[in-house]
Nanobody
Framework: QVQLVESGGGLVQPGGSLRLSCAIS????????MDWYRQARGTLREWVAT???????NYADSMKGRFTISRDSAKNTVYLQMNSLKPEDTAVYYC???????????????WGQGTQVTVSS
């Protein structure tokens, strides 16, 4: 079993910052790409950012310059530093990771349970 647990969400004023963490645990052989997604109430889940196993990063256009994704492979943890937050960033943020549990097992995508981020004055 593989578990992803997000933390770091909360209430922040517009212009503020938050840092989300996602710790991956369980029977892990290797972790490939790690991502963040978000879902605002009444909308579809949208992709936020990805970091590959070689730490190559990519961002959705609306997050470029404000959000930074990083990973600590030794800790099996991915982070999302969010700066200059706007009310429209309010959403549940989910981490996702492609994980193999054995040397011969194909990569499987796993999701965390999500953490609420609310940007409001």
């Amino acid at each position: 079993q593989v578990q992803l647990v997000e933390s770091g969400g909360g209430l922040v004023q517009p212009g503020g910052s938050l840092r989300l963490s996602c710790a991956i645990s369980g029977s892990i052989f290797s972790i490939n790409a790690m991502d963040w997604y978000r879902q605002a109430r009444g909308t579809l889940r949208e992709w936020v950012a990805t970091i590959t196993s070689h730490s190559v990063t990519n961002y959705a256009d609306s997050m470029k310059g404000r959000f930074t994704i990083s990973r600590d492979s030794a800790k099996n943890t991915v982070y999302l530093q969010m700066n200059s937050l706007k009310p429209e960033d309010t959403a549940v943020y989910y981490c996702h990771a492609m994980v193999s549990t054995t040397p011969t097992m194909a990569l499987i995508g796993y999701w965390g349970q999500g953490t609420q981020v609310t940007v409001s004055s």
